[in-house]
């Protein structure tokens, strides 16, 4: 059974940051590509960041600089370190994961960045 367990998330003033954590379990943590999607209230799920399982990266044009993901292989865990955090990143923040033919989402983690 895949399961993918979000933490992390919070409140945080602009500028602040956050570091989101998702444990993955019942996949080939080493050999899957690994994303972060976000959905603020009223928009569509967009991509984040991602990271494939040789290391290489891809991140949404709003947060390159300022997010950074990074997989842990031997705790079957992919981080998001997110920096200097802006209003426009409040959001619910979702790890996804393909394997065997099939999407899987983590429960989310509401990000909310206020004054």
């Known amino acids: 059974q895949v399961q993918l367990v979000e933490s992390g998330g919070g409140l945080v003033q602009p500028g602040g940051s956050l570091r989101l954590s998702c444990a993955a379990s019942?996949?080939?943590?080493?050999?899957?590509?690994m994303a972060w999607y976000r959905q603020a209230p009223g928009k569509q799920r967009e991509l984040a960041a991602a990271?494939?399982?040789?290391?290489?990266?891809d991140y949404a044009d709003s947060v390159k600089g300022r997010f950074t993901i990074s997989k842990d292989n031997g705790k079957n865990t992919v981080h998001l370190q997110m920096n200097n955090l802006k209003a426009e990143d409040t959001a619910v923040y979702y790890c996804?994961?393909?394997?065997?033919?099939?999407?899987?989402w983590g429960q989310g983690t509401q990000v909310t960045v206020s004054s």
């Open positions: 996804y994961t393909r394997f065997m033919g099939d999407d899987y």
């Open positions: 019942g996949i080939l943590f080493s050999l899957s590509r």
């Open positions: 990271i494939t399982s040789g290391g290489n990266t």
